[in-house]
């Protein structure tokens, strides 16, 4: 007796946010601590993830950001979708 089990792969989709860093598709206070973590130098960001974690779009990673992340997560700053540019 001989069992196959076949696997399908599915692609989803879904906008990411400004403000979702770890880009699983919601805003939370993961995300705010996350930027808190690239601020004390305890973790990095790469390129894009940068660029959706710059809340004020000043070009730079601050505490200001994750402040701004915890405004949306409370509903007081509007959720902006981010669009990559790069390719």
């Known amino acids: 007796l001989s069992v196959v089990i076949a696997f399908s792969c599915v692609t989803m989709s879904f906008a990411v946010y400004k403000g979702d860093v ?5 805003i939370t206070a993961v995300d705010a601590r996350k930027v808190l973590k690239v601020v004390a130098g305890l973790d990095t960001l ?14 730079t990673i601050t505490a200001s950001d994750a402040r701004i992340i915890l405004r949306t997560v409370a509903g007081l700053s509007p959720k902006l979708e981010f669009a990559d540019t790069s390719s």
């Open 46 to 59: 790469d390129a894009k993830k940068e660029l959706i974690a710059d809340m004020d779009c000043n070009g």
């Open 22 to 26: 770890d880009q699983n598709g919601e």
